[in-house]
Structure formats: C-alpha cells, structure tokens
C-alpha cells in the first residue's frame, strides 16, 4: 500500500552532485531523521537520475521514509516513487495526477503566493511549498516568501513546507510560523556535521526538545 504524505517533520532534499555512489551514502547517514526525501540532482541526466532515483527508492523503502521525484512525473511512475514535486515549469497538476492515479502524491510549488496553493489544491496537489522563507544558497535568486502564508494557507487542509535557507537555527522560527514540513538541502548538506544538523532540524518539532547549541 502507498504510504501517506507525512503531516511533519524534516522534509530532505538532495544535493546535487556528479557523483551517484558519494550522494546516495551522503543521504543514507541522515534519512533516521528525515520524514521525507526529495530527489533532486540538477546535474545528472538520462540514465544516471534513474538510476540514482532507484538506489535512493530502496534506501527510502527499508528507513520507512516517503520518497518523491522533483520535476519529472515519468522518472516517479518508472521508479515507484510515493509522489512528484511540481514547480510552476515542471507541468500541470492535474494532468500529472491522471497520470499518477490517486495514490502517488503530488506536492507544489507555491513560491510566495497562497493563491497559488488553492489552486493547487483545487487540481489535486497533496501539499504546497512556500518559500524561501530565509535567504537561500542554494537559490540565491529564489523570491522571498512571508512567514504569514503558513498561517493563510492552514484552511487548505494539506501539509504546509517551507523551503529556503532553512537551518538548525532558524528551524524553529519555521515551525512557529506554521510550517508543517522543513525541506532543506544546504542546512544539512553544507554543514561540517550533516547528521547533526538533520537531528537538529527534525527535533524542532518537538517541543519538549531543548535547543542544542
Ligand atoms: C519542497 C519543494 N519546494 C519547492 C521546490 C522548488 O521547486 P521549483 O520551483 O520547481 O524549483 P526546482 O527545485 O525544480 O529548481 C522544491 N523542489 N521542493
Ligand atoms: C529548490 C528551492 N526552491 C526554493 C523555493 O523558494 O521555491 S528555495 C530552494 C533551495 C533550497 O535549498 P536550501 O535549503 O539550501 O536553501
Ligand atoms: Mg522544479
């Protein structure tokens, strides 16, 4: 049976990388603490991003951890991935979800726009992503989005991610805004000690958690 989109918790996404053996043991070290895994390696084509997106599959099939396929719905149909992620050139929601049938969700980019999320919703998307909620690195041309929209979008009923320069010490800002999923690539990655910082991350959803320094 597909497993559900997870209502909170770190929403992790790879890094990119010319290196599938190198990126895969990267993201095995820090998937205990990741809810859900993204896919996402803007520098591998053709048969390398499917044959990466396989190896993270299975690693994601026995941590128990939802595994989606950014930008491609073919690429997440051929592996079995639990669901895409959508931006606003990666296609049409409603047109991926009859491809995809009901159970492979569908997760949107919402940029800094709740209107954009209830249209989303409206065509089928499981989720909406807004963001960057902080300055990002990775996506230093990324607009910026309102910590507010988290609030605005909560009467959509779907999973709300932030996304942006997310990291072990802003995450709880995040989650105080509403955010229900934290997807990060460079607070985890681009730190000296990766797996401290995705168990940094995924703690600050837990309230009894004291902020490690
Ligand atoms: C969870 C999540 N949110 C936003 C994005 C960005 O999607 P998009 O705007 O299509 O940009 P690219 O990631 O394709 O460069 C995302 N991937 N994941
Ligand atoms: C891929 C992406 N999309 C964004 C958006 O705002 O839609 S920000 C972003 C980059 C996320 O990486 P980092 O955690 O290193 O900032
Ligand atoms: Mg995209």
């Known amino acids: 049976m597909t497993p559900k989109f997870p209502r909170r918790g770190l929403y992790l996404i790879t890094p990119d990388s010319d290196d599938s053996d190198a990126l895969v043991a990267r993201v095995e070290d820090e998937l205990p603490f990741a809810a859900c895994l993204q ?15 396989r190896r993270l599959r299975a690693l994601c099939e026995a941590a128990g951890v939802f595994f989606i396929v950014n930008d491609d719905v073919a690429l997440a149909v051929r592996v079995g991935a ?4 959508l931006g606003e050139d990666d296609g049409d929601i409603a ?12 997760g949107a980019s919402c940029y800094d726009d709740a209107s954009l999320a209830r249209t989303a919703v409206a065509a089928g998307a499981d989720y909406v992503a807004f963001g960057a909620l902080f300055p990002s690195s990775t996506k230093p041309a990324a607009r910026r989005a309102s910590p507010a929209l988290f609030a605005e979008a909560a009467s959509l009923g779907v999973p709300r991610v932030a996304i942006g320069g997310i990291t072990p010490d802003n995450a709880r800002q995040a989650v105080a805004a509403g955010a229900d999923l934290l997807a990060v690539i460079g607070g985890v990655f681009d730190t000296p000690d990766p797996v ?3 168990r940094r991350i995924a703690s ?3 309230p009894t958690s004291p902020e490690s320094p």
């Open 39 to 53: 896919y996402r390696n803007k520098r591998a084509h053709g048969e390398r991003r499917e044959s990466e997106a």
């Open 204 to 206: 600050a959803f837990d």
């Open 82 to 85: 639990d669901g895409v992620h």
């Open 196 to 198: 401290a910082a995705a």
């Open 95 to 106: 047109a991926a979800r009859a491809v995809l049938g009901p159970d492979v969700a569908i």
